[in-house]
């Protein structure tokens, strides 16, 4: 028996990258997935690798920053599916200038969609989690989150908070059967990771060479942390926060 039989699993920012290969690692261990995000040709693209490997689940566009969109991609879910067990909120964006350049509409959108949008999610992930007796949650922090970073001071904001809101309603649902956890990966072959070696004018294998690993990860481990803490091997486990980082927060 496959370890997500029979559940169903909500992933944003699941258009690329990270998401993506949760998404479909979710699938391949027997969840019907619903996967969200912003561009709708990369959505459909994922739902196709998802059938590929032989699962179900359906793509719905949401933009995490807008309240009333969250509110519907749950709905859609439990109308479609009729619960909701898992769920990784994952969709985030990057901000890459010194605090001193940045501005107060790129700190909006930044909140918007790291902070906000993980609260939402939360809010009504958790909602229909309490009608049905319980449920997993992982929230995409980052190494970020965990440690400052020049020239990513917002993003670094973001982050923390993301942390913050993991460990603080993870206490409020303790006693309902709800876990809620965060992953905090670093150097991450993806999207945001080349447009942090463009910004800082490094190469791939110079970004390989600081972390202790002597790699870059791939969306794969990260996505593997991930069904590990929605799993029932991590039933012990609520408010921690986990580094994917091949060893950086260690150094």
């Known amino acids: 028996m496959r370890r997500f039989d029979g559940k169903i699993a909500l992933v944003t920012g699941a258009t690329a990258g990270i998401g993506?290969?949760?998404?479909?690692?979710?699938?391949?261990?027997?969840?019907?997935?619903?996967?969200?995000?912003?561009?709708?040709?990369?959505?459909?693209?994922?739902?196709?690798?998802?059938?590929?490997?032989?699962g179900d689940g359906i793509f719905v566009r949401t933009d995490v920053a807008v309240d009333t969109e969250v509110e519907a991609l749950v709905r859609r879910t439990v109308g479609e599916y009729g619960r909701l067990d898992v769920a990784f909120n994952n969709a985030g964006t990057i901000a890459l200038s010194p605090v001193v350049k940045e501005t107060e509409e790129r700190f909006r959108a930044v909140i918007d969609t790291n902070v906000k949008g993980v609260f939402a999610c939360l809010k009504y992930e958790i909602r229909e989690m309490l009608k049905t007796g319980g449920g997993a949650i992982v929230n995409t922090s980052s190494l970020a989150g965990l440690v400052g970073s020049r020239?990513?001071?917002?993003?670094?904001?973001?982050?923390?908070?993301?942390?913050?809101?993991?460990?603080?309603?993870?206490?409020?649902?303790?006693?309902?059967?709800?876990?809620?956890?965060?992953?905090?990966?670093?150097?991450?072959e993806g999207a945001m990771d080349v447009l942090f070696m463009d910004y800082f004018a490094i190469t791939k294998e110079q970004m390989a060479s600081a972390v202790p690993l002597r790699r870059a990860g791939a969306p794969e481990d990260v996505a593997a942390a991930v069904l590990f803490l929605c799993s029932a091997e991590a039933s012990f486990i609520t408010g921690a926060t986990l580094a994917v980082d091949g060893g950086m927060t260690a150094q």
């Open 151 to 188: 020239d990513r001071s917002l993003y670094a904001a973001s982050k923390h908070a993301v942390i913050g809101l993991t460990k603080s309603t993870a206490l409020e649902v303790a006693g309902h059967s709800i876990r809620v956890n965060a992953v905090c990966p670093a150097a991450i």
């Open 20 to 54: 993506r290969a949760t998404a479909i690692a979710f699938a391949r261990e027997g969840a019907k997935v619903v996967a969200a995000g912003r561009r709708e040709t990369e959505g459909d693209d994922t739902i196709r690798a998802i059938r590929q490997a032989g």
